[in-house]
């Protein structure tokens, strides 16, 4: 099983300060979300397993 674990998207209302935060300046598209879920489901991903993806623009680097 593999995990798409997103961070901030676009519907989500940021305070200026929380989209600084991100080193990406920006939620993540809907778009952005859906092409990585297509990429997991596709044979480009065919081996990989038990993988947690990040699509969070930085923002889990930049916590640390």
Same mark, same amino acid.
Do not use: E, K, Q, W
């Given at each position: 099983?593999?995990?798409l674990l997103p961070g901030f998207c676009e519907n989500v209302n940021l305070s200026e300060f929380a989209r600084k935060s991100i080193p990406a300046q920006?939620?993540?598209t809907f778009e952005e979300i859906g092409q990585t879920c297509v990429f997991l489901a596709s044979d480009g991903a065919r081996y990989i397993n038990g993988q947690s993806i990040l699509?969070? /623009? /930085?923002m889990n680097r930049a916590v640390r």
């Open positions: 099983m593999n995990n920006r939620p993540a699509s969070d /623009g /930085g």
